[in-house]
C-alpha cells in the first residue's frame, strides 16, 4: 500500500519551461490537493478535487492547471515555471473532505525554478 | 479571509517538562481545527482535531472561541515528540479548504 505517490522528488527547471508533477493515490479517495511550502509561509493550497472531472481552485492557484480525469491521479502542471514558484509541492488525498477525514501527504516535490 | 497563526517557530523544552504548542486563528464563525505533525524523514500526518475531543500520544488541544486559540498542549514532554507540528483551520461549507499556519518546530533535549 503505498498511499500517496509524488514524482518527482525533486527538479530544476529553467524560466518559461513546463512540468508536470504528478501525484497518485491507491487508496480510492475521493478528495486530493496540491499544497506549496514555502518558509515563513506555511502549506497554501493551490487547487483541489472532491472527484473525478472536479476541480477547483485554492488559495494561490495562479499558474497552475490541474485535471482529474481518474479518481487516482491528480497531476498539477506548471505551464511558464517562473522563480516564485520554486517550492516543496505537497500532494494530499482523503477519504472524503478533510473536515471528516485525515488527509493523507505525499513526501513531497522540490521544484527550484532558475 | 481566515488565518492561522503559530506564533513560535522553534519551541525547545526538556523531556518530561510540559508543552504548549499555541495556535491562533482569524475567523468570526465557527471554524473546524486540526493538528497536523511532520516528524523527521516523515510525511505530514493528523495527529488530532477538536471535533473529536480526543488525546494523541498525550497530546490534547481545547478550542477557545473566545481567545480563538487551539493551543496543543501536552503535561510532559518526550524525546520522539521532536517534530514539527501545524495547526489547521477549516472553515464550514467552504467546500474543503484547509489553512495552515506557518508550524512550530518542536525540540525535546534531555
Known amino acids: 500500500n503505498a498511499g500517496v505517490t509524488q514524482t518527482p522528488k525533486f527538479q530544476v527547471l529553467k524560466t518559461g519551461q513546463s512540468m508536470t508533477l504528478q501525484c497518485a493515490q491507491d487508496?480510492?479517495?475521493?478528495?486530493m490537493s496540491w499544497y506549496r511550502q514555502d518558509p515563513g509561509m506555511g502549506l497554501r493550497l493551490i487547487h483541489y478535487?472532491?472527484?473525478?472531472?472536479?476541480?477547483d481552485q485554492g488559495e494561490v492557484p495562479n499558474g497552475y492547471n490541474v485535471s482529474r480525469s481518474t479518481t487516482e491521479d491528480f497531476p498539477l502542471r506548471l505551464l511558464s515555471a517562473a522563480p516564485s514558484q520554486t517550492s516543496v509541492y505537497f500532494c494530499a488525498s482523503s477519504r472524503g473532505q478533510p473536515s471528516n477525514q485525515p488527509q493523507h501527504f505525499g513526501d513531497g516535490t522540490r521544484l527550484s525554478i532558475l | 479571509a481566515q488565518r492561522v497563526t503559530q506564533p513560535e517557530k522553534l519551541l525547545s523544552v526538556f523531556k518530561g517538562a510540559p508543552v504548549e504548542l499555541k495556535c491562533n486563528y482569524s475567523y468570526s464563525g465557527s471554524p473546524e481545527l486540526f493538528w497536523y505533525v511532520q516528524y523527521s524523514r516523515q510525511r505530514l500526518q493528523l495527529l488530532l482535531r477538536?471535533?473529536s475531543r480526543e488525546s494523541i500520544k498525550g497530546f490534547t488541544a481545547d478550542l477557545n472561541k473566545g481567545e480563538t486559540s487551539f493551543h496543543l498542549k501536552k503535561p510532559f514532554a518526550q524525546e520522539e515528540d521532536s517534530a514539527m507540528y501545524y495547526c489547521?483551520?477549516?472553515?464550514?461549507?467552504?467546500?474543503?479548504?484547509?489553512?495552515f499556519g506557518t508550524g512550530t518546530r518542536l525540540q525535546v533535549t534531555l
Open positions: 478535487s472532491v472527484g473525478a472531472g472536479i476541480t
Open positions: 489547521a483551520l477549516m472553515v464550514t461549507g467552504t467546500a474543503s479548504k484547509l489553512t
Open positions: 477538536h471535533i
Open positions: 487508496m480510492n479517495h475521493e478528495y
